[in-house]
């Protein structure tokens, strides 16, 4: 999992985490505003499932991690379980959620994706554009198996996926826009505007020296 952030959101950045396994199933970072508005936004994965003798696959090492400590689960209802435990734990605490997921499962009619709206989650993308069943997400499969699920309180703006070929791996990426006052509660910046004072052109002196002083300004920043 990869989560970057950049720009004036760094500003409100407040902390990070990670699945408590130790796995990289998922990992989060926390953003808060002024008006005890917190939103924690996540990036999780959940395996495939694979066979056996496929030793070196993300799910092979995970159903070794939970055989190692008692638990016959499979990973992928195991994923299912924890990671719907940590959410709920994080909207009871009136926290906000960004949940970017491949979930190899279609976020349709897929049982991760409904255990999450029965979080009252949706999905950003598909709320915007309700009457699609979207594209297929991976390069060699048929639905979409990927999705980005949001509290509520957010708003999309706009919302799509990339092409493949705008994508940086074999997933198309998918993308929304939720306006800043639904993430922190309120504008970071305020422009203060001070008050100005207008040119008298009726003193010679004074509007010679704003002359030159415009005619430098203007040479100099072109």
């Known amino acids: 999992a990869l989560s970057l952030t950049f720009g004036e959101m760094t500003q409100q950045y407040a902390q990070h985490g990670a699945d408590p396994t130790g796995l990289g199933r998922w990992i989060w970072s926390q953003f808060t505003g002024r008006n ?7 990036t999780a994965y959940r395996p495939c499932k694979t066979k056996p003798e496929q030793l070196r696959t993300t799910y092979q090492q995970h159903v070794r991690y939970f055989r190692s400590r008692g638990d016959d689960s499979c990973p992928r209802v195991a994923f299912d379980r924890d990671l719907v435990q940590e959410l709920r734990s994080r909207l009871l605490s009136n926290e906000r959620l960004v949940v970017m997921l491949d979930a190899n499962q279609n976020v349709q009619s897929g049982s991760l994706g409904k255990a999450l709206r029965d979080l009252n989650l949706r999905d950003g993308i598909f709320s915007l554009h309700p009457s699609t069943k979207g594209p297929a997400t991976y390069r060699f499969g048929s639905a979409p198996i990927d999705g980005i699920f949001i509290s509520p309180e957010l708003s999309v703006l706009t919302a799509g996926w990339l092409a493949g070929a705008d994508s940086p791996g074999d997933h198309r ?6 306006p800043w006052t639904a993430l922190l509660g309120e504008n970071r910046l305020r422009v203060s505007r001070p008050q100005v004072r207008r040119l008298t052109c009726a003193i010679p002196d004074a509007k010679r020296k704003y002359i030159t002083h415009l005619n430098k300004f203007m040479t100099d920043h072109r």
Request: glycine fraction near 8%; aromatic fraction near 16%; proline fraction near 0%.
């Open 173 to 178: 990426a998918g993308y929304i826009d939720v």
């Open 36 to 42: 005890a508005a917190t939103t924690r936004i996540y």
